[in-house]
């Protein structure tokens, strides 16, 4: 299972400014963005639940004598084969998916995001180097670097979401570096530095916020993706290391049992797809109702 | 106090190892209060002189001094310090302001960088000052400039060069974005705002009309050159050189309010800057070219006091009656 490493279409929306409500209204309004919105909801609930331990039991607590036994109204979602509560250890994956995904995409989208708009803003200089180093890890298949990271240094969750956040920084480092090119030569900029605006202050109060759409929905369909690739690692066991609970490797776990108990294998496998579904309708949303060309006082 | 000496600048051609021949050498002089004309045909490089006046791009040769200063070997704080002097109004209002800034951001900010209104208090005070002399409604400041009309816009953009207190306001085509009916508007602003505050100005424009509107002196570029240079009555009304002859002959209405923007239409095709023609650049539309036209390229030369022209016949016919 490998993740598909594609940007955002990179459409520069210069144009007013949506008012935050009114582009609210937009994602609401359309089906993808409230689809997607209420299934994030409905990850962010079960992972907050899984994050104050209000789980039924403890996720890794065993039950042997209660091993494999279907869904009921003590095990709502049945249990594993060492008799764990699958509903208590699928928040609790969700939990995890949840921390290492955020922790990835924030350090690939501050990195790749400020890379990128260095690389659009400077000339060939800072361009040259930016976009080297970014087309050798745009080179790296995600999980081989995952795989090397997580092999050679300790194996915990902070250096699977080092290794993820690594390898999505030129997602970011490739979606913002062509507005912020195209930016660069639109009248607003110039005239900011005609009229002696130091580059610090154009970059961060003229540039960023004109490509903040763009980042953010880069952000959710990282998340997504990064949920895969967690998952995937996980699921080729070098994820975070057991019994902490994990999606991936509880799909891992469960394809042993999952002819004779589907449940182990249908409430981890639900989870990953409503959270990728989730997040992708959601940036799909964010995408129309961010682009102040959509209407912008509807 | 504005003087650019033998400017230059050459452009790679896309996809090519050729270059373009943008500006030619260009040389010319401000002073202040004044107002100098800058018209010419699509393409003559009249932006690219604009930008590299404000310091936007640098020249490929020659310097833009401001009271004795080289502008062209200035960097960091000491450049940005002298650059106020010179502002820009740009043409289109609609891509000139940060979409995302209310009005008052747009020109507190400027005020605050360059500490020129003490402190937030000040700053408000002036932006406000700064609206009503341009004529806004000084509550505009909660704005953001979508909601404001393409005139409005223009006149923040006038505000905003107005900011830092300059002298010399390069106004590249600062109307033919607008609607026809608020073109006047902005440009009797511009004139009262010229009188008002001893401004200089370099105006830029392809409708000669508008040029001879507001112009103490006029500049004629075709092709990265000034072909033609002197007090606006003298070169608009007695051209001397067949470019500007042709220019003016397409402009029938004199009044830029009622005027529909006019497209210069000169017989023949523009050259490919990259290829210029060898010899004088405009012999091959020009109804007078000679043989010399095809071989030397003409000199700017003075045909009478203050008025210059670069054209071998022109120069032939006014030397016998000098
Ligand atoms: N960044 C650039 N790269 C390459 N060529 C350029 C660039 N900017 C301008 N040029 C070329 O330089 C020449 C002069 O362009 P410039 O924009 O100065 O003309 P202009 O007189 O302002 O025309 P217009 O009336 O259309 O605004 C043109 O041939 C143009 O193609
Ligand atoms: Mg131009």
Redesign the pocket.
């Given at each position: 299972m490998t993740t598909a490493v594609t940007p955002a279409e990179t459409t520069v929306a210069v144009g007013a400014p949506p008012a935050t409500t009114a582009a609210w209204r937009r994602l609401l309004r359309s089906p993808a963005g409230l689809i997607g919105t209420v299934l994030v909801a409905l990850i962010l609930i079960g992972a907050i639940c899984a994050i104050a331990g209000l789980t039924p039991y403890d996720p890794v607590a065993q039950h042997p004598r209660d091993a494999l036994q279907g869904p009921s109204g003590r095990y709502w979602l049945g249990t594993d084969q060492f008799g764990r509560d699958i509903f208590s250890r699928t928040l609790a994956g969700i939990g995890n998916s949840l921390r290492v995904s955020v922790v990835a995409v924030a350090l690939s989208g501050v990195v790749g995001t400020l890379a990128g708009v260095c690389a659009g803003y400077f000339g060939n200089k800072v361009r040259g180097p930016v976009l080297a180093v970014t087309n050798v890890l745009f080179a790296f298949p995600p999980l081989l670097l995952a795989l090397t990271l997580a092999t050679t240094l300790t194996r915990n969750w902070a250096t699977i979401a080092l290794a993820i956040g690594i390898v999505y920084v030129p997602i970011f480092v490739r979606v913002t570096r062509g507005p912020v090119l195209s930016l660069r030569e639109t009248d607003f900029i110039r005239a900011a530095r005609v009229v002696g605006l130091p580059t610090r202050r154009i970059l961060a109060r003229h540039i960023l916020p004109n490509i903040s759409a763009i980042v953010t929905v880069q952000v959710t369909l990282s998340l997504s993706w990064a949920v895969l690739t967690e998952a995937s690692l996980s699921f080729l066991g070098l994820g975070s290391p057991p019994p902490a609970p994990s999606l991936g490797s509880m799909v891992f776990d469960a394809k042993v049992f999952a002819s004779t108990a589907w449940w182990t294998l249908a409430a981890p496998g639900v989870a990953i797809v409503i959270f990728v579904v989730g997040l992708n309708l959601l940036g799909d949303g964010l995408r129309d109702a961010l682009d102040p060309r959509n209407g912008r006082n509807s | 106090m504005l003087r650019a000496t033998n400017l230059t600048k050459q452009?790679p051609v896309r996809g090519g190892d050729g270059v373009?021949q943008?500006l030619a050498g260009v040389s010319l002089e401000l002073a202040e209060g004044e107002t100098l004309g800058i018209v010419?045909e699509?393409?003559?490089?009249?932006?690219?002189l604009a930008k590299l006046l404000v310091r936007l791009e640098d020249p490929t040769s020659g310097t833009v001094e401001l009271d004795g200063v080289d502008l062209t070997t200035l960097r960091g704080g000491a450049l940005r310090e002298q650059r106020r002097r010179i502002q820009m109004l740009f043409q289109d209002p609609y891509s000139s302001l940060n979409p995302r800034q209310r009005i008052g951001a747009i020109l507190g900010e400027v005020l605050a960088v360059h500490r020129l209104a003490g402190d937030a208090r000040g700053r408000q005070r002036r932006v406000g000052e700064l609206l009503d002399l341009v004529g806004l409604d000084p509550r505009l400041t909660q704005r953001y400039p979508h909601e404001l009309s393409g005139g409005q816009r223009q006149r923040v953009g006038i505000a905003r060069a107005l900011a830092v207190e300059p002298k010399v306001l390069l106004l590249d085509e600062p109307v033919s974005a607008l609607d026809v009916s608020v073109r006047a508007e902005i440009m009797n602003l511009l004139d009262d705002l010229r009188r008002d505050l001893r401004l200089a100005y370099v105006f830029i424009s392809?409708d000669v009309s508008m040029v001879r509107h507001i112009s103490d002196r006029v500049a004629v570029m075709y092709l990265g050159r000034i072909v033609e240079q002197g007090d606006w009555k003298s070169v608009l009304d007695d051209s001397a050189h067949p470019y500007t002859v042709a220019l003016g002959a397409a402009v029938p209405v004199p009044d830029p309010s009622l005027a529909e923007p006019i497209q210069a239409t000169v017989v023949g095709e523009v050259p490919d800057?990259a290829n210029p023609p060898s010899g004088c650049p405009f012999h091959p539309r020009c109804p007078l070219a000679e043989d010399v036209c095809l071989s030397t390229d003409p000199k700017l030369l003075p045909l009478r006091p203050n008025h210059n022209v670069a054209c071998h016949v022109a120069i032939r016919a006014a030397v016998p009656a000098a």
């Open positions: - | 452009y373009v943008a010419g699509s393409g003559s490089g009249k932006s690219t392809h800057p």
